[in-house]
């Protein structure tokens, strides 16, 4: 069983503050992504990382940077969060291609005040 | 681009109720489909996926038929029970580099007891 976990599980700031999520997999895989969960929404993709170093831009993408610093961790960055930046927030990862099983993590929720 | 809909929004059955909840998909090619579920508090967990027309996908009693010439993955369950109440989505993904899942918006299950 994959194990994906991310930091820190609850998060409140206010606008214009720095923010950065955490994300450890510890399966050697490949791939990691980053989404965010919203009521109505279902799971939208922000950024994905196919190996350290790599981005992919995900489908909703604007406000957010990320960075892959090795196969275990991906981090989220939100360098001046805004209100509709509030969400909870996904991280996963998957053996290889993107087709593949993604195996998530527990979540972080973001309060942005 | 790719797209995965789920009719319902929100289902709620009683225990021991048939369940279906209708996944279609539009996708340019001949994609892997996949059910995921999400218990509250939890991260999404893979549930099963198909990957070729006609190939049944199952697990802990639910089962969904790949069907090709209608592009739905409907999932079903015979027989609900209160431990099933969760969101599922349906998704879809092809397995070339770079690429990644498509999730629909989400069915949320209420089973009462």
């Known amino acids: 069983e994959a194990a994906v976990t991310q930091s820190p599980r609850n998060k409140v700031t206010v606008t214009g503050g720095n923010v950065t999520l955490s994300c450890r997999q510890t399966?050697?895989?490949?791939?990691m992504y980053w989404y965010r969960q919203d009521t109505g929404h279902g799971l939208r993709l922000i950024h994905y990382?196919?190996?350290?170093?790599?981005?992919q831009i995900g489908d909703v993408p604007d406000g957010y940077k990320a960075t892959r610093t090795t196969q275990e961790d991906f981090f989220l960055l939100l360098e001046l969060a805004s209100p509709s930046q509030t969400s909870l927030y996904f991280c996963?990862?998957?053996?290889?291609?993107?087709?593949?099983?993604?195996?998530f993590g527990p979540g972080t929720r973001l309060l942005v005040l | 681009g790719d797209s995965v809909t789920q009719t319902e929004g929100q289902v709620a059955l009683s225990e021991e109720d048939f369940l279906t909840i209708h996944c279609n998909y539009s996708?340019?090619?001949?994609?892997?489909l996949f059910w995921y579920v999400q218990y509250p508090g939890e991260g999404p967990q893979f549930l099963f996926r198909?990957?070729?027309?006609?190939e049944k996908g199952s697990s802990r009693g639910f089962e969904a038929t790949y069907n090709k010439e209608t592009t739905s993955f409907h999932l079903q369950k015979a027989s609900v029970q209160e431990s099933d109440s969760a969101v599922y989505y349906c998704?879809?993904?092809?397995?070339?580099?770079?690429?990644?899942?498509?999730f629909g918006g989400g069915t949320r299950l209420t089973v009462r007891p």
């Open positions: 998704a879809l993904g092809f397995n070339n580099a770079g690429a990644k899942l498509t």
């Open positions: 198909a990957s070729r027309d006609k």
């Open positions: 996963a990862s998957s053996v290889d291609r993107g087709g593949d099983t993604q195996y």
């Open positions: 399966n050697s895989h490949n791939y």
């Open positions: 990382s196919y190996g350290a170093g790599n981005l």
């Open positions: 996708a340019s090619g001949y994609p892997a």
